[in-house]
């Protein structure tokens, strides 16, 4: 059994978000899955989203980040939150200008923050249009599959069912050749 924590971005993961079909994949394989509702997704506070993972205070095998709970996650482990042994961190935003994401900029990216991690964004998303790879996965240490032409990685561009995704969190191999859908 695997310990999974799955953390929202912006607005939340509504039901045709990937992060909803991974939860339920994973439940019904038997895994433990934490997915908490982070306050007021459409208006987020840093500190509101910190707060609430202090009860999740207990280290989980994987944990799997969307867009803003990349950061998060990130502030997280740099206040001294435990580790997962692995983390997959998928589009996270970099534009300090969208005043719902600015609290959470800049994210610590100090190497060694989370070793065993892995980041997947498009080459064009909007939320990070100087790139995720040199904002977060350099600085990180992390490797990084940045795909051509899709976008921000949510429903808006096709991924509700994401097999690729499920494949890494069940045997920790992830995409190297784009994000396969």
């Given at each position: ?21 991974l939860e ?10 934490v997915f ?91 939320y990070c ?53």
């Amino acid at each position: 059994m695997i310990r999974v924590l799955i953390l929202h971005g912006l607005d939340g993961s509504g039901p045709d978000h990937w992060q909803r079909w991974l939860e339920q994949q994973l439940r019904e394989a038997g895994h433990e899955v934490v997915f908490p509702d982070l306050p007021n997704p459409t208006n987020p506070k840093r500190s509101e989203w910190l707060a609430t993972l202090e009860p999740l205070r207990e280290s989980a095998d994987t944990v799997v980040c969307h867009s803003l709970a990349c950061c998060l996650f990130l502030h997280h482990r740099a206040g001294g939150g435990p580790e997962a042994r692995r983390a997959l961190l998928v589009a996270p935003p970099c534009r300090d200008d969208v005043p719902e994401i600015a609290d959470f900029l800049p994210a610590p990216t100090t190497a060694g923050l989370v070793p065993e991690a892995e980041l997947w964004a498009g080459d064009d998303d909007p939320y990070c249009p100087a790139g995720a790879g040199s904002v977060y996965a350099v600085p990180l240490g992390i490797p990084y599959d940045i795909s051509e032409g899709t976008g921000h990685l949510n429903p808006d561009v096709g991924l509700g069912p994401w097999p690729r995704v499920l494949e890494w969190v069940l045997s920790g191999q992830g995409a190297k050749n784009g994000i396969e859908t």
